[in-house]
Structures are given as structure tokens and as C-alpha cells.
């Protein structure tokens, strides 16, 4: 079955960085982008972007430009996201989702805490 | 960037009864419609895709309409198991873009 596994809690300081996994299972890797949406506490949902997992290019939505990284193992079919430099409006829950333009299948989400 | 305005904003409902959520686009978003339910403490989950396409394993008792800048999720005998909220996303143009949600509460 198709299964997107998320790797565990994080909690950081500010200035610091996390670099969270998202392992795919049960389908090609690369026939299928990868999207990451962040869900600050209590919220709705934002698009962060997508990685093309054949390729390796990564989109950004603007808001998510320039401390955050998409980046891909393919050999063993996981997605990474790093966020650099964090703050304490990083502070969320991030998934990956499977999909082209609906996301079909998601990561169990990754509690993300920035705290002093 | 394309809006996605969500209503109502809580929705109060019996079990049984049938209800519709709305889901605007400030542009037209074609069919590239996408309703997502999600739980507490849970990962979204697809309940219909390009507007009206019916996912596997997901109850008949959903279903979705529209085209262009106006779509509507139906549930059709809402069941307490649906008290969740709902999200509308847009997958026609970058970024894409979500609702704010519409949340099933008992009445």
C-alpha cells in the first residue's frame, strides 16, 4: 500500500535548523511530484511548494523562498525539507503530499516547535 | 495569487440532514477543484478531486459540483463522523492555493 512516512517531532531554537523526511513507499518515486503544506497551530492549510521527483527542481511558493529547502534521496525514495535560520512563526505542523495539482496521499505530519 | 473564499465559516448540522459548503474562486480555477477533509490531529484527506470525480474508499454520500470560479461539496446524510473540517484547494495555477475551511460542528 502507499505509504508517505514522516520522521519524528523537532523542537528548536531560533537561529536554528531542522531538516524533516518524508519516505515514500508502495508506488514509483519518481512518477509523482512532491508538495509540502505547513499548518501553524489552530490553522488552515499553506501550499509551501513542490519538488519534481524526477528531476530534483524545486518551486517555492513566495512566502517560503529563500530559508527553506527542497531537496530529494531518490535512491531511497524520501523528500527532505530543511528550514534554516528558524523562528518562532515556524512553529507548525508540516506534511508532504503526494500528487500533481490534489494531493492524494500525505505524511503523517512533522510538529515542528521553535522555542527559546 | 488565486483567493479561495470558503463559507459559511462553521456550519451546525443534524445527523441525516443533507448540506452543501461553497468554495469561490477569485479567478477561474477550470475544474483543478480539490476538497479535503481533515480531522483533529490528522493528515488531510482527498475527498473529491477535480471538482466532482469520486475518490476510492471515500462514501458516496459526498460529492462535489461546479466549474470556473463556483464549487459546492455535498454531503448527502452527514453522519457524526463528519464533524471535521473541510478544505477547497486549487491546483490550476501557482501557487497553489487553499480555503480557510469550513467546520462541521453538531447543532
Known amino acids: 500500500q502507499i505509504q508517505l512516512v514522516q520522521s519524528g517531532p523537532e523542537l528548536k531554537k531560533p537561529g536554528e535548523s531542522v531538516k524533516i523526511s518524508c519516505k515514500a513507499s508502495?508506488?514509483?518515486?519518481?512518477?509523482?511530484?512532491m508538495h509540502w503544506v505547513k499548518q501553524a497551530p489552530g490553522k488552515g492549510l499553506k501550499w509551501m511548494g513542490w519538488i519534481n521527483t524526477y528531476t530534483g527542481k524545486p518551486t517555492y511558493a513566495d512566502d517560503f523562498k529563500g530559508r527553506f529547502v527542497f531537496s530529494l534521496e531518490a535512491s531511497a525514495s524520501t523528500a527532505n525539507l530543511q528550514i534554516s535560520n528558524l523562528k518562532n512563526e515556524d512553529t507548525a505542523t508540516y506534511f508532504c503530499a503526494r500528487g500533481t495539482t490534489g494531493f492524494d496521499y500525505w505524511g503523517q505530519g512533522v510538529m515542528v516547535t521553535v522555542s527559546s | 495569487d488565486v483567493v479561495l473564499t470558503q463559507s459559511p465559516a462553521t456550519l451546525s448540522v443534524t445527523p441525516g440532514e443533507r448540506i452543501s459548503l461553497s468554495c469561490r474562486a477569485s479567478?477561474?480555477?477550470?475544474?483543478?477543484l480539490h476538497w479535503y477533509q481533515q480531522k483533529p490531529n490528522e493528515s488531510p484527506r482527498l475527498l473529491i478531486k477535480y471538482a466532482s470525480q469520486s475518490i476510492s474508499g471515500i462514501p458516496s454520500r459526498f460529492s462535489g459540483s461546479g466549474s470556473g470560479t463556483d464549487f459546492t461539496l455535498s454531503i448527502n446524510g452527514v453522519e457524526l463522523e463528519d464533524l471535521s473540517i473541510y478544505y477547497c484547494?486549487?491546483?490550476?495555477?501557482?501557487?497553489?492555493?487553499f480555503g480557510a475551511g469550513t467546520k462541521l460542528e453538531l447543532k
Open positions: 479567478e477561474s480555477v477550470d475544474t483543478y
Open positions: 508502495g508506488y514509483t518515486f519518481t512518477d509523482y511530484a
Open positions: 484547494q486549487q491546483g490550476n495555477s501557482l501557487p497553489h492555493t
